[in-house]
């Protein structure tokens, strides 16, 4: 279940201080074409073993970037490559592997950090050293997208990396991910879209867990919203 994920009655605690910015803000266009670039490169590298697609998820992709003005932690992307691999020829520690560290090769020339692993993503940061400060970061997660065998909906799978045992595999998106598309439309659909944006922003600021990301806190904000106002498919409100 996504709800509760970030615990409850945590809204009234304010932990940061999210405000959003615009993806046509000179500085977030001149760093998503500097992702972009990095991206390209990174396919060169890759090449020899599989090729990718990447497209921006997230925050970008609706225009919902925010920066936390409490801390020194400034805005983030979230990119999805989704990897070429249909004959399965590497195994998911092999693919994790080739992209964190084809992005290592490619990703300090403009200025970020190398490659990090955490459990859903691979992370890079353009940090301001002398100011101690993370300007923004890009999250990449690794996808393959398919449809269902039964009622061939749209789902999703992605590469997780489990700390403890040091292992790569293959995860189910939960059932909150699949229905995502549809939910934000409903959302919409029933002029639910700035309630949204401001209950997301609190969820942000309330959340106190590093490892997670600005995709699974928006998830999940869709999804008690849309429990909240009974969502259900096809069905407007009232």
């Known amino acids: 279940m996504l709800n509760g994920w970030l615990g409850e009655g945590k809204e009234n605690r304010m932990e940061h201080d ?5 993806k046509h803000d000179p500085k977030v266009r001149a760093a998503y074409a500097d992702l972009t670039e990095i991206l390209r490169r990174t396919q060169d590298l890759a090449r020899e073993k599989f090729t990718f697609q990447f497209y921006p998820v997230g925050s970008f992709s609706r225009n919902m970037i925010t920066y936390d003005a409490k801390s020194n932690v400034g805005y983030d992307f979230d990119i999805n490559i989704e ?6 020829a590497y195994s998911a520690k092999e693919i994790r592997d080739i992209l964190r560290n084809a992005l290592s ?3 300090p020339g403009y ?3 190398y490659a990090k692993d955490s459990t859903r993503v691979i992370t890079i940061k353009m940090v301001d050293h002398r100011c101690s400060r993370i300007l923004h970061s890009c999250d990449f997660a690794v996808v393959h997208n398919y449809s269902g065998i039964e009622n061939r909906k749209p789902m999703q799978q992605y590469i997780r990396f489990q700390k403890e045992t040091q292992s790569y595999f293959w995860c189910q998106q939960s059932k909150g991910y699949d229905e995502l598309p ?3 439309k409903w959302l919409k659909r029933n002029s639910l879209w ?3 944006q401001n209950y997301y922003r609190s969820k942000k600021n309330a959340n106190t867990d590093a490892d997670c990301h ?3 806190i928006f998830a999940i904000s869709v999804h008690e919203m849309c429990q909240k106002y009974g969502y259900y498919p096809g069905r407007e409100r009232g």
């Open 83 to 88: 990897v070429n691999d249909d004959e399965e």
């Open 111 to 113: 200025g970020y950090s």
């Open 182 to 184: 549809e939910k934000v």
């Open 18 to 22: 999210f405000q959003y910015i615009s």
């Open 105 to 107: 090769r490619v990703a």
């Open 214 to 216: 600005s995709r699974t």
């Open 194 to 196: 700035g309630e949204l």
